[in-house]
């Protein structure tokens, strides 16, 4: 790249920053300024075993959380760390029909659910401890008081025992995060950007995923 062609760069950088509003743009900037940034849906459409579509989530940034509506639910995700978040995956958004496997998501603060009707009525409201190898030590889900706590690890950093039950994972070419998650009788696939692409656990759904955002250190 030409230095004439970075000055003409450097005034967006003083107005743009990663809301996901031009991705490509936001990771040229990102890379000059030496940031971290993890790329996440902007809508997931959620098709059933026949490929009919039963859910949409349209999802945004603001600052350091990721906030998907569908299916009467607004979660939000909320970053502590994009260099841990880059280790785990994106889990689809846990609206009514209970999709996700939280300890495989990283670097993250909180992860709280209410109903889109009544903001009132919060359906989980987690929040995560990390140790310095970005590995998940604790979820307390403030809405019952309930702390799970994390301790096994596969050489990935991922827990081996989810609240009780055996944890794999299965690992693509490049083999730091999972293609393929398996508890108890549910299964949940990753595509190479680690965002949730199918879930069996019974029943069989795909995850289509269209749209970019970016959060950034």
Same mark, same amino acid.
């Given at each position: 790249?030409?230095?004439?062609?970075?000055?003409?760069?450097? /005034?967006?950088?003083?107005?743009?920053?990663?809301?996901?509003?031009?991705?490509?743009?936001?990771?040229?900037?990102?890379?000059?300024?030496?940031?971290?940034?993890?790329?996440?849906?902007?809508?997931?459409?959620?098709?059933?075993?026949?490929?009919?579509?039963?859910?949409?989530?349209?999802?945004?940034?603001?600052?350091?959380?990721?906030?998907?509506?569908?299916?009467?639910?607004?979660?939000?995700?909320?970053?502590?760390?994009?260099?841990?978040?880059?280790?785990?995956?994106?889990? /689809? /958004?846990?609206?009514?029909?209970?999709?996700?496997?939280?300890?495989?998501?990283?670097?993250?603060?909180?992860?709280?659910?209410?109903?889109?009707?009544?903001?009132?009525?919060?359906?989980?409201?987690?929040?995560?401890?990390?140790?310095?190898?970005?590995?998940?030590?604790?979820?307390?889900?403030?809405?019952?008081?309930?702390?799970?706590?994390?301790?096994?690890?596969?050489?990935?950093?991922?827990?081996?025992?989810?609240?009780?039950?055996?944890?794999?994972?299965?690992?693509? /070419?490049?083999?730091?995060?999972?293609?393929?998650?398996?508890?108890?009788?549910?299964?949940?696939?990753?595509?190479?950007?680690?965002?949730?692409?199918?879930?069996?656990?019974?029943?069989?759904?795909?995850?289509?995923?269209?749209?970019?955002?970016?959060?950034?250190?």
């Amino acid at each position: 790249m030409k230095i004439y062609a970075l000055g003409l760069l450097l /005034p967006l950088i003083i107005f743009t920053n990663c809301d996901g509003s031009s991705d490509d743009q936001n990771a040229v900037l990102a890379l000059l300024l030496n940031k971290k940034c993890i790329s996440l849906p902007k809508d997931i459409t959620v098709l059933d075993s026949g490929g009919n579509p039963i859910v949409d989530f349209d999802c945004s940034v603001s600052g350091k959380a990721y906030i998907c509506s569908g299916d009467n639910v607004i979660q939000t995700r909320t970053y502590s760390s994009i260099e841990g978040a880059l280790l785990g995956v994106v889990n /689809p /958004p846990a609206g009514n029909q209970g999709f996700g496997f939280f300890p495989s998501q990283r670097g993250l603060f909180r992860n709280k659910s209410v109903s889109a009707s009544d903001q009132t009525n919060i359906l989980y409201d987690f929040t995560y401890t990390y140790d310095f190898s970005h590995r998940l030590v604790s979820a307390f889900n403030a809405t019952n008081s309930n702390d799970r706590v994390y301790g096994d690890y596969d050489s990935n950093g991922f827990p081996l025992d989810v609240d009780g039950v055996s944890a794999t994972y299965s690992y693509g /070419p490049e083999g730091k995060r999972p293609g393929n998650i398996t508890v108890g009788g549910t299964s949940i696939l990753f595509d190479s950007k680690g965002w949730a692409i199918g879930l069996e656990d019974g029943d069989s759904y795909g995850f289509v995923n269209t749209g970019s955002l970016q959060i950034c250190d």
